[in-house]
């Protein structure tokens, strides 16, 4: 009996197909899933083309009952992924930063043009208005734009 007729490595290479497509859930690209539906697709088509109608009509039953329990697992799979976490809480934009406007401070690093600078004792990521500015420069908050603070230096 050559391979293809034997029903159980017809079940066997469709078990095969759907844990490959499962397995396309975690580890994101397309040779997995493509080599598992190969093997689905291969295993109805090999059953029907044997003579194995039965087995052809029930691999195939399987297949189109595996689509929505795929996508649902799929769905779970991402919403697991994507989601916040009880302990994880999402951070705004820091609030209060129009205190600094008009005040001066000192940079911390290079803006190139962003960087950090002391304000008032704070550290502050800052702007740099389209110049680069060297550490230990003197600068003034000239505008704070929702969460960016810009500088420029300060003369002399």
């Known amino acids: 009996m050559p391979m293809v007729d034997n029903p159980v490595f ?18 994101p690209g397309i040779v ?3 080599f598992g539906l190969g093997c689905v697709v ?28 795929f996508f649902l697992l799929w769905l779970h799979v991402l919403s697991r992924v994507f989601a ?18 008009g005040k001066e401070g000192v940079t911390l690093t290079t803006l ?4 950090a600078a002391r304000i008032d004792g704070t550290r502050v990521d ?7 500015i060297e550490p230990n420069v003197h600068i003034q ?10 500088v420029e230096a300060v003369e002399g």
């Open 10 to 27: 017809l079940v066997c290479l469709f078990g095969v197909g759907l844990a490959a497509i499962c397995v396309e859930l975690f580890i």
């Open 32 to 34: 997995v899933g493509l």
């Open 42 to 69: 291969g295993s109805i088509v090999m059953s029907y083309s044997s003579g194995s109608h039965v087995l052809g009509h029930v691999l195939l039953g399987c297949g189109l009952a595996f689509i929505p329990v």
């Open 84 to 101: 916040l976490k009880s302990s994880q809480k999402a951070t705004a934009a820091p609030d209060g930063q129009q205190e600094f406007l």
């Open 112 to 115: 190139r043009p962003s960087g």
């Open 126 to 132: 800052v702007v740099a208005r389209g110049v680069m």
């Open 141 to 150: 908050v000239v505008a704070v734009e929702g969460n960016r603070v810009v």
